[in-house]
């Protein structure tokens, strides 16, 4: 058997199973296991697969048939202009929330030094991303997960970062007051009774405790911007993802907490996704 027939093979198993990016998926596993880029093995489609490899294959393609998700296979997920580490302990970072980096960049100059908190970093993805391009940033992460924050340890290591970002294990309400200029945040928001309603490979696979808020899904964004407001600077930022259906109690819960709405994003589905806040004293 070749690589083509190989990912012939993949193809075919995947798309019976119903997983819809079937093709895209069966070369990005059989990279995993040959340990080769998609390209290396489209260029080489003739050559031959040894049987260990192709078993190996074959073990990746039956995780991907029931659900798992592709960036959990394969170990890792593009994020921005960047590559992650990722694993079962971290929620996979999505497109939506590439809006953050985004705001953030757009508030700030290259050459600008401010002091950023990410809340919930998980895999350090927006941190991280947010440094790449910010170099004079004083940044501090933080997560409730020890295991999210050798995760994103392990990427700050990656992208030559270490050094540069202050990883700490501590739930927000615990953490020492100390004036930043900026909060960026993803935290869980989806209601208790949705969590079944979500797809196979998210309920199934992501950590609850990355995805799970209360009977409202307001409950982390509720202490987060209790919390900001001792932790921000006056006129500091504060950017946040959110539910596509929380925007109208999210900015009463803002302006309630002395704090101006500059704007809400929206995500490729129209739905409101990011919102960027000013602290007013």
């Not at 340990?35 to 040894?50: A, G, S, V």
């Not at 302006?255 to 704007?263: A, L, S």
Request: net charge positive; charged share 30%; with cysteine.
């Amino acid at each position: 058997m070749n690589y083509f027939e190989a990912l012939k093979y993949g193809t075919l198993t995947l798309q019976s199973n119903n997983i819809k990016t079937f093709n895209l998926d069966s070369e990005l596993i059989l990279s995993e296991a040959l340990n080769l880029t998609r390209e290396q093995i489209l260029i080489n489609q003739k050559k031959k697969i040894k049987k260990e490899d192709f078993d190996a294959y074959k073990n990746l393609l039956d995780r991907r048939k029931n659900n798992e998700p592709i960036a959990y296979i394969i170990k890792k997920k593009e994020f921005w202009r960047y590559s992650f580490i990722v694993s079962k302990d971290v929620l996979i970072p999505r497109p939506e929330t590439e809006q953050i980096v985004e705001e953030v960049f757009k508030y700030t100059g290259l050459s600008t030094s401010k002091h950023v908190l990410d809340i919930g970093t998980g895999s350090g993805c927006i941190i991280i991303s947010i440094l790449k391009e910010r170099p004079k940033f004083h940044c501090t992460a933080i997560d409730i997960s020890k295991k999210a924050i050798k995760v994103a340890i392990s990427n700050a290591k990656m992208h030559h970062l270490r050094n540069k970002i202050k990883f700490i294990n501590i739930d927000i309400d615990k953490l020492f007051i100390k004036k930043y200029d900026l909060i960026v945040s993803n935290l869980p928001y989806i209601r208790s009774n949705k969590i079944n309603r979500l797809e196979k490979d998210v309920r199934m696979y992501e950590p609850l405790i990355a995805l799970e808020a209360g009977l409202d899904g307001l409950r982390e964004i509720k202490k987060l911007i209790r919390k900001s407001t001792k932790l921000l600077k006056r006129n500091g930022k504060l950017i946040i993802e959110i539910g596509h259906d929380q925007e109208i109690k999210v900015k009463m819960l803002l302006k309630k907490n002395n704090f101006y709405i500059n704007k809400v994003c929206k995500d490729l589905q129209s739905y409101p996704r990011i919102v960027v806040s000013t602290k007013l004293s």
